[in-house]
């Protein structure tokens, strides 16, 4: 495990969950850089209050534990590996209040630091959502790797705040600095969205974080026009759930099932139970989960599980994550259970699968997408 050594400490960090032999570390450059400016230009002291937006796995919030600060993330995985990193370094829990999305602090800040997601939409809801959280001399501070930080970010902060400019590149790192103007008019936050589902005339709503806001990804698409409909499933779990238009189709062909919603972000969980409860207008029962995959659920309890598996976590890109979640469907399925899964065709998903289940057919599939099935035997 590797050690974080800044101005404010040495700290044990790891990523979430923990993999032996991961290549990649729980912090980056710019958490770096971001904790050496706050020492460096001694922006901070005992009565300074300190919001902390999208820190990964604790790495600022940890350092800063001193200050009490406020965490908002939208990854469940984020949280978890936040606590286990405090209680890594022998620090209470409590030291740090973790909030989701979704949930506005009650107060305002003195100093607002914000490691930039990849999302443009989510950065947008999120600096919006954060005007109420400020006072005239709050100072806001952005941060990440060069490649994150765009003409369009910038703009953002500008448009929503006021007067923006960035640091010198410090190891591929940048900073942002804003001194917001509460007279700036930045327009209505556009966040959720909506788009209405061709098929069946649904708005579909979508909070900010949502994977595929804006209209239904061709994966989806594919998917939905080869999802099964069977008498014989009883559960049906949407993993990795998103808005939730997987298993709302897959409800409506399957209309004695019970549905399970899961995503480990809780806007998309959120954006989920909303176009659900809509839909179906609470006649029909389902469950929703922000959670890690399928740790929570019993072992041999699901009919069909429905996969369209993500390929990064945040910014690193890898098949941990889509293998994970193939590990836990067929713990999760009865037997003759059955994983369905949609994804690019080059990641070669088959191979896993196949030797995971003993079997693996392709349904169906064009130039860029696969549908795979596997039964558990």
Known sequence: ??????????????????????????????????????????????????????????????????????????????????????????????????????????????????KIPRSLAFLEDQLHRLRACLHPATRIIGASMVKGIHTSTLNLFERIFGSTHTSLARKKARLIFCQPTMETEPGTNPYPSRYTLEDTGDQIINHANVFSREKLDIGTRLLLEHLPGTPASNTIIDLGCGNGVVGLIAAARNPTAELIFIDESFMAVASAKANFQTVFEGHRKAQFHVTDNLNDLPTGSADLVLINPPFHQERGQGDQVALDMFRESKTVLKQRGELWIVANRHLGYHIQIDRLFGNCRTITGNRKFVILKAVKR
């Open 1 to 114: 495990m590797e050690k974080l050594t800044v101005p404010q400490g040495a700290f044990q960090l790891a990523r979430y969950p923990q993999r032996k032999n991961d290549p990649l570390r729980a912090w980056d450059a710019a958490d770096e850089y971001l904790l050496h400016h706050l020492y460096e230009e001694n922006l901070l002291d005992a009565r300074t209050s300190i919001l902390i937006l999208n820190d990964l796995f604790g790495a600022l919030s940890i350092a800063l534990t001193d200050y009490r600060p406020q965490l908002i993330s939208d990854s469940y995985l984020s949280h978890q590996g936040t606590r286990a990193n405090l209680i890594r370094n022998d620090l209470s829990t409590e030291q740090v209040r973790l909030l989701n999305s979704l949930q506005d602090p009650d107060v305002t800040f003195d100093v607002v630091l914000i």
